[in-house]
Every structure is written in structure tokens, then in C-alpha cells.
């Protein structure tokens, strides 16, 4: 408990409710990637979550376990809900740098836009031409602002 609070700015409470609620959803203690993106797919019902879900997980599964622990996840809760604004633009950072080499390709970015088209757009109802037209669009744009 000690180095949780230490690492989250978390409560005591805080954290031993987060934990109750997560050895419910997760008796073992850990979570698979499978697992995290069943749980993640209650949040977008109508769209195909399993490949933004992936890109979460390698996120929060610092160790490359192939598990996300406890520890891992409220970490990560921790950074995103009372971290600092520079904080939260590193973890953001670091998940859309998929190959983790420090740098932000167009192909990462545009990656990540699409999977987020895909948790948006039901599954079924997708016009591959239109949506690739706006990912890239959407891809150009950010390398030209930044």
C-alpha cells in the first residue's frame, strides 16, 4: 500500500476500492490482453475496439508482461486523472509511438486515428474509401500544425 500511495496520488480509500473493483472484474490479479479488450469493448458497443484496446494495453503493461497487474493499471490511472498536463502529453506520447523509438511517424499517427475511427464507426457500417480519405486528411493536418 505504501508504494502505491508513494507512486499514484491516490487515497487510501481511493485505492482499496479501485482494488476491490478490480479483483472482482479479475480474481487472478492480472489481466490478459484478451481479457482488457472484452472489458473495453463495453465502453464502444457498436465499434471494433480490439485494435485501440491493443494499443492501451502495450501502454499500461510496461513490463511486457503480457499482463496488465494492479500496480500497472492504477499507475496509469493515476498519470491520466491527477497528472500533471505534461504528464498526461508524455503517457499520450507514448502510446501513440508505437515502435517506442521516440518519434511520431505519420504511419503511427495515422495508426492510431484509424483505430479510433474504428471504435467510432459501427462495425458493418464502414466506407473504407471515406475513411481512409479522412484519416489521412486528418494525419496530413497534424504534421502540418505540428
Request: proline share 2%.
Amino acid at each position: 500500500m505504501a508504494d502505491l500511495l508513494r507512486k499514484t496520488s491516490f487515497t487510501k480509500d481511493e485505492i482499496r476500492h479501485l482494488y476491490r473493483t478490480f479483483k472482482q472484474d479479475c480474481p487472478s490479479g492480472e489481466v490478459s490482453k484478451s481479457h482488457f479488450s472484452s472489458i473495453f469493448s463495453t465502453l464502444f458497443p457498436g465499434g471494433e475496439c480490439f485494435r485501440y484496446a491493443t494499443f492501451l494495453f502495450r501502454n499500461i503493461d510496461r513490463s511486457n508482461s503480457g499482463f496488465i497487474r494492479f500496480e500497472d493499471l492504477i499507475v496509469t490511472l493515476s498519470i491520466l486523472i491527477h497528472g500533471s498536463v505534461e504528464a498526461r502529453l508524455s503517457w499520450t506520447f507514448d502510446l501513440y509511438d508505437l515502435n517506442k523509438d521516440g518519434m511520431l511517424t505519420r504511419t503511427e499517427l495515422s495508426q492510431i486515428i484509424a483505430s479510433i475511427f474504428q471504435l467510432m464507426v459501427p462495425v458493418g457500417k464502414v466506407n473504407f474509401a471515406s475513411v481512409a480519405g479522412a484519416i489521412e486528411e486528418r494525419t496530413n493536418r497534424l504534421f502540418q500544425v505540428y
